[in-house]
């Protein structure tokens, strides 16, 4: 793809995310059009978008249900200011998504986006125990190589170095322990490898002192560190543990929401009942900006009283429950339901992951792991060793583009997520331009 010197100068005067300008312009990807599975780049070139954007597009791009009902507020109100009103396509919004939420779960504050709603959990779980009685409870512990957003609090409780050191110091109150995946090596068996991951977050609640600790955020299959997919009992642990010691369990569904994992969130295909659940990316389809806060009933009870009493939660985003982007979501939702689309994640998941298991005849797979049509794919140099190859990654990410196919890759991983409108046919598609652009990559490097 050639850019004209207008472009070259234009995205000198921006930024991407989380990548050098420099190495884009070496090989840039400019997105003219988009449309369910694909992308078409300003050269008219076809891509198999494989993750929805970025686990954006949770029913393909476009959706003509979520265009169609964006198109209607359109006509009727596009911002109600969250300072003094609200519209009622936002109230609708709040019922649907705490009708679909784990039991107990139906206080529901709409957001703009996930690092929103994540800052926002933090901020009321800690206001919560202050207007509660348990003021000294502030502390969040979470995992190493977990990602929750780019605001300071959702990025104190990240724990990816590369995207954290240049902010350094982190606010305080917020520790790490390591998830499962990075500890499996030293144990038997995954099962008990995962008891002792999810032990690790009580041995730091009981040595911080369970009376400043405030909450737990995990992300339940950890995108960031390669789709970390724990044991059904390890958030059967995590859950009592919080229990045990008055400690709120956050799960950060930003990627793993809206039938991905087979559910409509992953707490419900764990079968686990976390206090809080954000949300953002696939909750409109990609169509506009949204997340959401979601929480227990009687913890946004703590925070309804009489004007004087002045516990309303003392925090707000001006484009919070945007009426365009709630009525956007209202149609995810409604489509994820009238059309069973969770099941049919966990069928086609079923069916993605067994032709994924087919690429380890190359000898470099060692783990295709991952819940629903959320998966991941570990790359090594040999599956004895299980050295990490990045330099397969990185060759990967240019063969796939070359071949018309997006993937999250990093760079000893890669990710795919389709959106819940595949088919099998479609899985075909995808699988046979993976193994492709991975025959090809090893090709090159083993040359
Ligand atoms: C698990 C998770 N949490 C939070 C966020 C932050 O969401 P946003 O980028 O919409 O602020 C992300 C974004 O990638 C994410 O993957």
């Known amino acids: 793809m050639t850019l004209s010197p207008q472009q070259i100068r234009l995205l000198k005067q921006t930024f991407l995310d989380y990548q050098q300008t420099s190495e884009f312009l070496e090989r840039p990807l400019i997105i003219d059009k988009a449309q369910g599975l694909y992308y078409w780049d300003s050269d008219g070139k076809r891509y198999f978008d494989s993750i929805g954007g970025i686990f954006v597009a949770s029913l393909g791009h476009r959706h003509p249900r979520v265009v169609e009902a964006v198109k209607r507020q359109l006509d009727l109100i596009t911002f109600a200011p ?21 039991q107990g779960l139906t206080f529901v504050k709409p957001y703009s ?28 512990v ?14 104190s409780a990240s724990g990816t170095g590369k995207r954290k050191t240049p902010f350094e110091p982190q606010m305080a109150g917020f520790l790490k322990v390591m998830p499962p995946t990075c500890l499996r090596d030293r144990f038997d068996s995954w099962e008990e490898c995962n008891r002792f991951a999810a032990g690790m977050f009580e041995d730091v609640i009981v040595q911080e002192d369970p009376n400043t600790v405030a909450g737990i955020i995990v992300e339940p299959v950890g995108n960031t560190g390669g789709i970390i997919t724990p044991t059904n ?16 369990l956050i799960f950060d569904e930003i990627i793993t929401g809206y039938g991905k994992t087979g559910s409509m969130f992953a707490a419900q295909t ?20 949204l997340g959401a806060m979601i929480a227990r009933q009687d913890m946004g009870d703590a925070f309804f009283g009489p004007a004087e009493s ?30 069973n689309l969770c099941a049919k994640a966990g069928r086609l998941g079923e069916y993605l992951r067994g032709k994924l298991e087919g690429l380890k005849q190359y000898g470099v797979v060692r783990e295709v792991r991952g819940k629903g049509i959320l998966l991941g794919v570990e790359l090594v140099k040999d599956t004895d060793t299980n050295e990490p190859f990045p330099e397969l990654g990185r060759d990967l990410k240019q063969t796939a583009l070359d071949n018309g196919l997006i993937m999250r890759i990093d760079p000893s991983w890669f990710a795919v997520a389709p959106a819940l409108i595949a088919e099998e046919t479609d899985m075909d598609e995808l699988v046979d331009l993976i193994d492709k652009s991975l025959k090809q990559a090893l090709d090159k490097i083993q040359r």
């Open 82 to 102: 969250p300072l003094h009103g609200v519209s009622d396509i936002t109230l609708q919004f709040v019922d649907k998504l705490a009708s679909v939420s784990p």
């Open 310 to 339: 002045e516990i309303q939660f003392a925090h707000g985003n001006t484009f919070a429950g945007n009426p365009l982007a709630c009525a956007a979501g209202i149609a995810v939702i409604d489509e994820i339901v009238e059309r």
């Open 113 to 140: 986006g996930g690092s929103e709603s994540v800052e926002s959990a933090l901020k009321f779980v800690r206001q919560y125990y202050k207007q509660t009685g348990r003021a000294q409870k502030y502390k969040f």
């Open 142 to 155: 979470s995992r190493y190589y977990g990602y929750h957003g780019s605001s300071f609090g959702a990025m």
């Open 233 to 248: 009992e390890y958030y059967r642990m995590l859950r009592e543990i919080c229990d045990r010691h008055d400690v709120m």
């Open 270 to 289: 764990y079968g686990v009942t976390p206090d809080i659940i954000c949300g953002g990316k696939g909750l409109s389809s990609g169509v506009l900006p």
